[in-house]
Every structure is written in C-alpha cells, then in structure tokens.
C-alpha cells in the first residue's frame, strides 16, 4: 500500500515522552553525496587505516547483482553475467562476537549502524555524536564538497524476548494491539495470521522535498521465532551548502519526524508497556 498525500506537521506543545523499553533495535543513518569511483578506489585503503583502531572488525557486504530488462512486460533476468558489488563494513565487534556498532562505506556513502538492543540504554544522542565526529573526516578524506541526500531509520522488533508482553500463551503475536493500522481490520474473524506485509510512504511537504516511509515486515525464523519488524525511514535533501552544520541539523529534524511518527504508529497499550520515562 502506498500514499502519497502532503502531510502538515505541526510541532507539538511538549516533548514525545522518552520510553525506558521502546522496541527500537538498531538506528542507522547514511548520508549520500557525489563522488567518482576513481576517488573512491584512490582513497579507500587510507580510509582503512584510519578507521579500524576504533572499528576493527573488517567484515566487507559481498552481493552479486542481476541485471533486469522488461520485453512485453515480462521481467527478462541475465543470470549470465552478474556483477559482484562490495560494500566496505568496519565494525567495533565481528557478527559472530555480537554485531554492534558499524561505518559502511560505498561510493558516495557513509552509513552509519549503531545497534540498540534492550537493556544497551543507547539512545538517539549515542548515534548523534558518533556520527558527527566520523562525518567531517569522511567528507576530508574522500573531497566530499557537498552532501545531497540524508536517510535515518529506526527499525523495530516486535518478538517474544523484546517485547513478550504482546504473545499469548500460544506462542502467537497479538499485533492488533500493537499496531494502530492492524487494530481495526474491517470483517469478522478470529485472529491476525503471519505473514504480515504493509507499506506506506508520505511526504511530509516541505521544499526541498523530504519523506518518510513505514514498513510492517514478518521476520519470522526458525532460529527466533515469530517476529515484526517494523521500519520508520526518513528521507530528505540537504539543502543550503550541504556541509556538516546542514546536515547535522537534518539529522536532528529527521529523529524528530520519526519520534512524532512512533508516537502515532504504537497503540496506547503498546506505548504504556514500554514504559515512560517520568517527564
């Protein structure tokens, strides 16, 4: 599902309240800004060096993508010739030692993941500043004159160790009281039943133009169980010079939007039982 109506965003009288066990597990931003693949190449190993003191765990995304093409409206994929895409990773622990905090950097992109699992006490301020202090070195080392585009995610988890509260003694999830947009499903029956699959993207109307998405995923494995997703993902153009102070202050705006949006997407119940924190 999709939508794609201006939203007004009206700032509120006081503050979203802050949750002792909200059900976010990883926050990531990535900043996206021109940059050629010969710049890239001349610099990375530099790079390198200068990131893995703090980040030593060099564990590289490694995808091979296929090319598709439309004849008759019928997808077409060349499985004969797949291109091998790497994606740098530097992490502070390796994803068998407990994947935690982590820089990516692609061409044109510095992506930042900071884990959040229950209990950490990591909050937006912890990514905030660890961002703001790699982000003046990527943009020097790499020439970066002006960033473009911004994203900020926070995914949360919905599963029987994060939030239990929420499975019945069955073993299944009760989402509908989760969830605003599941709480009132139109017909007769007897429960909600995996998997689950929604997306809604709006735009928030402001120039330059800035969106933010919603995804409701089932992440169900054997391994954990039945388990949601659930994705608040901002999108914006940097706009003015696009240097550091730009993009710091998109940051903080993007957190903002996503905070409003939480508050709006978890139903009352939800909310209570990640328990506020006393104003």
Not at 55 to 80: C, N, Q, R, S
Request: overall charge negative; hydrophobic content about 40%.
């Amino acid at each position: 599902m999709s939508d794609s109506t201006v939203t007004q965003v009206i700032p509120n009288a006081a503050s979203p309240p802050a949750y002792v066990n909200p059900p976010v597990i990883e926050r990531v931003v990535t900043l996206h800004a021109p940059m050629t693949a010969e710049v890239f190449e001349a610099n990375i190993e530099r790079w390198k060096q200068k990131v893995t003191p703090e980040y030593p765990a060099e564990e590289p995304l490694i995808e091979w993508l296929v090319e598709m093409e439309e004849k008759d409206g019928v997808p077409l994929f060349d499985t004969l010739a797949p291109k091998l895409r790497i994606t740098h990773r530097f992490s502070k622990k390796t994803k068998a030692e407990g994947f935690d905090w982590s820089i990516r950097c692609p061409v044109g992109k510095f992506t930042m993941n900071m884990h959040s699992h229950p209990g950490s006490g990591r909050r937006y301020d912890h990514l905030r500043k660890e961002f703001a202090k790699w982000l003046p070195q990527w943009m020097e080392h790499f020439g970066v004159e002006r960033a473009e585009l911004l994203n900020l995610g926070y995914i949360n988890v919905l599963r029987r160790d994060v939030t239990p509260q929420f499975f019945n003694k069955d073993g299944g999830l009760e989402l509908d009281k989760v969830l605003r947009v599941f709480s009132e499903i139109p017909g007769k029956h007897e429960s909600l039943e995996p998997p689950y699959d929604c997306r809604v993207t709006v735009n928030l109307g402001n120039a330059p133009a800035r969106k933010l998405s919603i995804r409701v995923k089932d992440a169900t494995t054997p391994a954990n169980g039945v388990a949601i997703k659930v994705t608040l993902e901002t999108l914006a153009q940097v706009s003015g010079e696009g240097g550091i102070s730009e993009v710091l202050e998109l940051l903080d705006w993007s957190h903002e939007r996503i905070i409003e949006r939480f508050e709006q997407v978890f139903t009352d119940e939800a909310k209570a039982s990640f328990t506020p924190e006393a104003q």
